[in-house]
């Protein structure tokens, strides 16, 4: 697909296109999903989707990664799509949209990436743990037992990296302090680089109920 403007077909979609200059944006008009906004990030490592406060389908693409690609994760996510645009049309605010598709995964591929983060940061960090469970519970993102034993819900996988290892280093804190005292909020704002209250309010953007 190259910048301008006029209709294209992609992935066996009609689909109108056009490209704002200024930034090379691309608009795609989708058939039964409107305009997409494909945007390119030299910094992304995957295609990101995500529907914005203004209810656009907002596409981060990769660089190199061709449009067509792009587009056919977005038809993939029709359902996630409307499912989002169906709470935001219904003025939903108990769980608001989440800021973008996470990854699909199961709960075994999900351990593979806990388990190894987890030991990863605990070593980084000079501490000790026991046992590490990858666990599916309904709504924690993790707990600290007696014995260094961590339980991590298995969905910190599908969150953006930060925020997953800001819920592993939540529960690494607890080998310290064993209270949510101001102690313990002290020893976790070191672990995270002085961000303790800001990756807090973040996370409650993603609901273990919509992951």
């Given at each position: 697909m190259h910048p301008g403007a006029g209709r294209a077909t992609l992935?066996?979609?009609e689909c109108e296109v056009s490209v704002t200059a200024t930034t090379g944006e691309h608009i795609i008009i989708v058939n039964g999903l409107g305009a997409v906004y494909l945007r390119i990030n030299r910094k992304a490592r995957r295609i990101i989707l995500?529907?914005?406060e203004e209810g656009e389908i907002a596409v981060t693409?990769?660089?190199g990664v061709p449009y067509g690609e792009a587009l056919d994760f977005v038809l993939s996510r029709r359902d996630w799509i409307a499912q989002q645009?169906?709470?935001r049309d219904r003025g939903e605010t108990g769980l608001p949209p989440l800021p973008y598709e996470p990854p699909t995964l199961d709960r075994a591929a999900a351990a593979a990436i806990l388990e190894p983060r987890i030991r990863e940061l605990a070593s980084s960090h000079g501490l000790t743990i026991g046992r590490i469970q990858v666990k599916a519970q309904r709504t924690l993102w993790?707990?600290?037992a007696t014995?260094?034993?961590i339980s991590i819900n298995w969905k910190a996988a599908r969150l953006p990296d930060h925020l997953r290892d800001y819920v592993i280093l939540h529960e690494l804190a607890h080998l310290r302090h064993r209270n949510h005292g101001p102690h313990y909020w002290?020893?976790?704002d070191k672990l995270v680089g002085?961000?303790?209250k800001v990756l807090d309010r973040e996370l409650r953007r993603w609901p273990l109920k919509l992951l």
């Open positions: 992935t066996g979609k995500r529907l914005t693409v990769p660089r645009q169906a709470r993790g707990s600290c014995g260094g034993r002290h020893a976790l002085g961000d303790a």
